[in-house]
């Protein structure tokens, strides 16, 4: 007669679907992508496939995604990093196993923990980030007015490189992507902590991805924010709760979602570019905001700055925000 005990011993040793062997990772170490908080992000090849599958669900109930024989960007931990940064580290790998499959993210593909260095795979987003994709790709943009087309750049109609225009309609495609992605993260209880355009990755297509989850906490059932302290943190993206008491909340990445759209609708514009990191809370405090840009929708401007309430019951969800996007991106030209 079996018991509870005998019944735990017969269980099979558990597997982690995300745990590859470092040979089926080739890493382009010439090849730099970026550099992570702790260590180097480069551009590989997965070799084989993953474990995981698109259409099954992992132990924590998640979707999973399928990856074989693809390009790959691979974080890494250097092994002369202390072990603070090495928890932090498997922190993020943990996080995002639970976090799931969503098209809208930065996937991650496989992990490598049982040896050193470690090492993060996820999915390669061939255009870069965001930010540098808005400065560099997008030198012009276009509009459709009544005299027809119209370059806001002042430059010869023969100067122009015509795969660097970029369209008011691409631009609300990127917000619309992008709060497609957060809607996921915050109902799945999520809270990203740095939403911004250099946290943005651009891949085939021109799709948006949210990436970087090194600052991504889950909050509880109970609680509605993440209080910390100290580390890098981005003044200019960050709410006045966030700044004054450090509390972080989806209605704080609603505020940075704000600031992202700026961003977008600038082109890669720096938010508050007079403002010294001390002024930013108390500017905010007498309740001053960023200027609506020229060229910006005033349906646009309304939506970015409702973000940017004082009181956090009254910025929208985002829900509410990809709702109201995905209209705007439906009437526009
Ligand atoms: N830089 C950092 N992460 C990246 C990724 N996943 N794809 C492309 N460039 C990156």
Known sequence: KKNAANQYHEMPKRVDIWEIDRRNVDVYTNKKLGSGAFGAVYLGKLIGKTLASHDATSPLGVNLMRAENCEVAIKTLPESADEESKREFLREISLMKSIG??????????????????????????????????????????????????????????????????????????????SYGLEYLSQKGFVHRDVAARNVLVGEGSSCKIGDFGLCRQIGKDEECYKSRGGRLPLKWMSPEAIRDYEFSTKSDVWAFGVLMFEIITLGGCPYPEWRAAEVLPNLEKGERMPQPDNCPDEIYSLMNSCWNMDTTRRPDFSLIRQRMATLLEDVT
């Open 101 to 178: 499959y969503h098209e809208r993210l930065v996937n991650m593909l496989a992990c490598v923990t049982e040896s050193e260095p470690c090492l993060l795979v996820v999915e390669y987003c061939s255009e870069g980030d965001l930010l540098e994709f808005l400065r560099k790709r997008c030198k012009y943009m276009m509009k459709l007015d009544e005299q027809g087309v119209n370059y806001t750049a002042p430059v010869e109609e023969n100067d122009i490189d015509f795969t660097m225009i970029v369209t008011m309609k691409q631009l609300y495609m990127f917000a619309v992507q992008i």
